[in-house]
């Protein structure tokens, strides 16, 4: 299986201050079809996981352009240019290049 | 714009069935692979069973194989997951997710309803 660790696991920060979150796989998450299968989540208090980011860079549909993924292999950063209250909440880290997709632990981001 | 709604969440005894259903609107159903995700309370995402557009194709975690069966009806536009032989361990919101990309296997979710939770407990 391969194991995603992200860090840190809480963040504090102040509203319209940037914000980043590291990812990392334990195997490389590029395929030979020339894809690679990184995705960001977002989970709100009390609400489902929403899609942020797929393919490491792509912002899906309604996501704000301050969110952004980048990264390759094994090493990614999702950041987030200017904070703001309503980013609260669970950010996950996932993969997908092997059928059992597995997640990060989770970091929580909190507005000082 | 795209619904997904489980039902069928509650309380059972360990050893006991449940079925979790998850009614979809807003796209055409039948042409999207979906899967099933759970969150332990507290706890993190854990993906459960991944189905083909057509049911063709059934994955699983293997955490579950053997006692969950996931299926759908097209004409319903419905998802289901079969739980059997339940622990405490399952105990935990199940979310359906849309799944979304070229290939199956690899596919992502893209939209997730709200979830059902199910608590395994005598």
């Known amino acids: 299986d391969i194991v995603m660790t992200q860090t840190p696991l809480s963040l504090s920060v102040t509203p319209g201050q940037p914000a980043s979150i590291s990812c990392k796989s334990s195997?490389?998450?590029?395929?030979?079809?020339?894809?690679?299968?990184l995705y960001w989540y977002l989970q709100k208090p009390g609400q489902p996981p929403q899609l942020l980011i797929y393919e490491v860079s792509n912002r899906f549909s309604g996501v704000p352009d301050r969110f952004s993924g980048s990264g390759s292999g094994t090493d990614f950063t999702l950041k987030i240019s200017r904070v703001e209250a309503e980013d609260v909440g669970v950010y996950y880290c996932?993969?997908?290049?092997?059928?059992?997709?597995?997640f990060g632990q989770g970091t929580k981001l909190e507005i000082k | 714009q795209v619904q997904l709604v489980e039902s069928g969440g509650g309380v059972v005894q360990p050893g006991r069935s449940l079925r979790l259903s998850c009614a979809a609107s807003g796209f055409t159903f039948s042409t999207y692979a979906m899967h099933w995700v759970r969150q332990a309370p507290g706890k993190g995402l854990e993906w459960v069973a991944l189905i083909s557009y057509d049911g063709s194709n059934k994955y699983y975690a293997d955490s579950v194989k053997g006692r969950f069966t996931i299926s759908r009806d097209n004409s319903k536009n419905t998802l289901y997951l079969q739980m059997n032989s339940l622990r405490a361990e399952d105990t935990a919101v199940y979310y359906c997710?849309?799944?979304?990309?070229?290939?199956?296997?690899?596919?992502?979710?893209?939209?997730w309803g709200q979830g059902a939770l199910v608590t395994v407990s005598s």
């Open positions: 195997q490389s998450l590029l395929h030979s079809d020339g894809k690679t299968y």
């Open positions: 996932m993969q997908s290049i092997q059928l059992l997709r597995t």
């Open positions: 997710a849309r799944g979304r990309g070229q290939w199956l296997e690899r596919s992502y979710f893209d939209y």
